[in-house]
């Protein structure tokens, strides 16, 4: 199985928080229009730092799903309008989630062979909306029920009693 990781420095914590919310939202679509959100590890917790440069201590992991190759890698000629087909279909499905991307562009995009399917990836920057509530019974107009003596009134005739 293969997985990728993100990782973070610690002033962008908040940043991979937030995308681990955006992913619980796309829950209904992961694997489908976005990698599987496979959990977060803080490595402060456990008092780990991974060194990835200098200067630069990542300090909390994000695990996801491979998701593809890059979609401009692989873009050749007759197969554009087929990834941007791809890619509108997923960002419908996000958009039906809940989620505004906010950042649409080639470099967040992955193509996937095995389902044949645009994934798109990065979420930092997405926007969660509440998705509309339903109504809790049927809508129907207000009626009002007349009763004879009323009706009778409404047509100006006289009910004898």
């Known amino acids: ?29 992961q694997g489908i229009s976005v990698p599987v959100f496979l959990g977060t590890v803080d490595l402060r917790s456990m008092n ?17 799903s491979w998701g593809g190759y890059k979609l401009h890698d692989i873009v050749v000629n007759g197969t554009g309008k087929r990834f941007a087909d791809g890619a509108m279909q997923s960002l419908r499905s996000i958009h ?3 989620i505004i991307h906010k950042d649409v562009r080639g470099a967040n995009m ?3 062979p095995e389902t044949n399917r645009v994934m798109i990836i990065d979420f930092e920057r997405s926007l969660i909306v509440h998705p509309p509530r339903r109504a809790l019974a049927q809508l129907v107009p207000n009626k009002r029920s007349w009763d004879h003596e009323t009706t009778e009134k409404r047509k100006g005739g006289v009910r004898a009693s």
């Open 96 to 98: 039906r989630q809940g």
């Open 48 to 64: 780990k730092i991974y060194y990835y440069d200098h200067r630069v201590y990542v300090v909390h992991l994000t695990f996801l």
């Open 1 to 29: 199985y293969t997985f990728i990781g993100k990782g973070t420095v610690r002033a962008f914590i908040k940043d991979l928080e937030h995308e681990a919310a955006v992913y619980e939202r796309l829950k209904a679509v």
């Open 110 to 112: 992955l193509f996937n």
